[in-house]
């Protein structure tokens, strides 16, 4: 018997731009080097224009028909990208959730410790999903952890809002708080 082992790699690569001799169409809409619109043209004829002008042909937009290319240099205009992409990178804001665990007896001190943490946690901008946990006969007194979490939101009610509001999921009791 036999056993064939098949690998599949999927990538997840991003298209690369066409220009001069890579661009498929016969014709595509042009725009020079000014960035005047010239209009449809050969391919052939958009390649001579641009060896003339000393510059590349570079497909914008491949997915308009025809596709839109522009004579311009090929080397600046990858660097013009690479630079768009660093500045979204830069604008971009990544929220991390923070979880904070409580019982629903907790000790005056371990409540104080973890408020003072989940303070530190909403202050740095991450969210925060406080976690009552629930054990044996305490699910019969859910209350006592609803009282825990209202005193949590009480305490850091001024850099923190509820996000949403508590809720039972099996023997956990959450709630997620956001910086106000």
């Known amino acids: 018997m036999q056993t064939i082992n098949l690998e599949f ?89 923070k979880e904070i665990r409580l019982r629903p007896k907790i000790e005056a001190h371990d409540y104080d410790f973890k408020t003072k943490n989940a303070r530190k946690f909403i202050e740095a901008g991450n969210k925060v999903k406080v976690t009552v946990m629930f054990r044996g006969r305490e699910m019969m007194h859910k209350e006592f952890g609803r009282e825990v979490l209202d005193r949590m939101i009480e305490d850091l009610s001024d ?7 508590p809720t039972m999921e099996g023997r956990f009791m959450t709630m997620y708080l956001i910086k106000i």
Do not use: H
């Not at 850099?159 to 509001?165: F, G, Q, R, Y």
């Open 9 to 97: 790699t999927i990538s997840k690569k991003k298209p690369e731009t066409r220009y001069n001799q890579s661009i498929r169409a016969e014709s595509v809409r042009l725009i020079d080097e000014k960035g005047e619109q010239v209009g449809i043209v050969q391919t052939k004829k958009a390649m001579t224009m641009a060896q003339e002008a000393g510059l590349d042909v570079v497909e914008v937009a491949p997915n308009a028909n025809p596709p839109v290319c522009r004579i311009m240099d090929y080397g600046k205009y990858k660097y013009e990208l690479s630079k768009k992409e660093k500045q979204a990178k830069k604008k971009q804001t990544i929220i991390t959730i």
């Open 159 to 165: 850099i923190a809002k509820v996000a949403s509001d």
